[in-house]
C-alpha cells in the first residue's frame, strides 16, 4: 500500500534564506559571489586559471571548487588564488551549508569569490548559493544543442561563456545556433566566447566582472567597509 504524505512546506525555503542572508553579507563587504556551473571537464577550472592570470593579483579573490573527490582542482588554482576544495563525496551539487563553511578557510575580505560548482547540468540549477551572477560555462565539444536540453539550468544563469573556441575548426558546432537557442530560454542571457587554452576572450570576461561588482556596490545602500583601492598592476605603475 502506498502512504501519501503531504507536505505543506517548501523543503528549500531555509536554504533560500541562508542563501539571501549570505549574498547580503557579503555584496556589504563589496565581494560580488559568481557561481560556474557546467558539466564535467567544460573548462571552469582552466577559465579561472586564465582568470587569475589576466588579473595577476589586481584582485583580492577566492574560489571554493566543489567536486566529488580529490583536491585536484583546489592545487591548480592555489599558485594562482587562494583555492579551497569542497568534496561532497557523492553529491552531484553544493549546497548552502557547505559554501558558508569554506569560506571560513579562505582569506576576508574578498573582491570576487567564485564558487566551482560539481560538473552537472541539472542539479546545480535548483541551489541557490548565494551568487549575484549565476555563469554556465559550454564547451564547443558539447554540441550547441544543451541549453534547449537542460533549460533550467541557461534559464537560470545571468552568463553563459561558450568555453575551448580554438577547437571551432575541428568540432561541428554553431556559435549563432547555441545563442538562439540559449536567448530562446533565457532571452537576456549574457554570451561570451573564450578559449582559456589561448587566451582568447579573457578580457571581455574580466572586464564584464568588474562592471557586475561596481554594479552590485553602486546598489548598495552605503559603500563597502572594505573596498579594494583598485590598485593599477605593477605593468601600470607610472614610470619613477
Ligand atoms: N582546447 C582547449 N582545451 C581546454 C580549454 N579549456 C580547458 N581545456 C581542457 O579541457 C579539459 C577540462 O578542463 P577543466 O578546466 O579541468 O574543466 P572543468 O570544467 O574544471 O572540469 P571538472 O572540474 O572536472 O568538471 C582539460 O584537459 C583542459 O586542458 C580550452 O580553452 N581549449
Ligand atoms: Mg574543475
Known amino acids: 500500500m502506498v502512504t501519501i504524505i503531504s507536505v505543506q512546506k517548501d523543503v528549500l525555503e531555509d536554504r533560500r534564506q541562508l542563501a539571501a542572508e549570505f549574498r547580503n553579507r557579503l555584496s556589504r563587504l563589496g565581494t560580488l559571489i559568481v557561481n560556474i556551473v557546467a558539466s ?29 573527490a580529490t583536491e585536484r ?22 549546497e548552502i551549508p557547505l559554501v558558508i563553511r569554506g569560506l571560513e578557510k579562505l582569506p576576508q575580505p574578498l573582491d570576487f569569490l567564485f564558487i566551482e560548482n560539481i560538473g ?18 559550454l564547451s564547443t565539444t558539447e554540441g550547441d544543442d ?19 573556441t580554438d577547437l571551432l575548426p575541428w568540432v561541428p558546432f554553431s556559435l549563432d545556433q547555441v545563442i538562439s537557442d540559449a536567448r530562446l530560454i533565457q532571452p537576456e ?3 561570451m566566447a573564450v578559449s582559456a587554452l589561448k587566451n582568447v576572450g579573457i578580457d571581455s570576461w574580466c572586464s564584464y566582472l568588474e562592471t557586475a561588482r561596481e554594479r552590485m556596490i553602486a546598489s548598495l545602500a552605503s559603500p ?4 579594494c583601492a583598485l590598485q593599477p598592476t605593477p605593468s601600470e605603475q607610472p614610470e619613477q
Open 40 to 68: 564535467p571537464g567544460a573548462g571552469k577550472t582552466s577559465l579561472l586559471q586564465a582568470t587569475g592570470r589576466f588579473w595577476n593579483q589586481r584582485y583580492r579573490i577566492g574560489v571554493l571548487v566543489g567536486d566529488l
Open 120 to 137: 552537472n547540468l541539472v542539479c546545480p540549477a535548483s541551489h541557490d548559493l548565494g551568487e549575484h551572477l549565476r555563469v554556465v560555462v
Open 224 to 227: 563597502p567597509t572594505s573596498l
Open 73 to 94: 582542482d583546489a592545487e591548480r588554482l592555489r599558485p594562482l588564488m587562494p583555492a579551497e576544495q569542497l568534496t561532497t563525496g557523492g553529491a552531484c551539487h553544493l
Open 146 to 164: 544543451k541549453p534547449g536540453k537542460y533549460p533550467k539550468m541557461f534559464r537560470t544563469s545571468q552568463v553563459m561563456i561558450i568555453s575551448k
Open 189 to 191: 542571457i549574457q554570451t
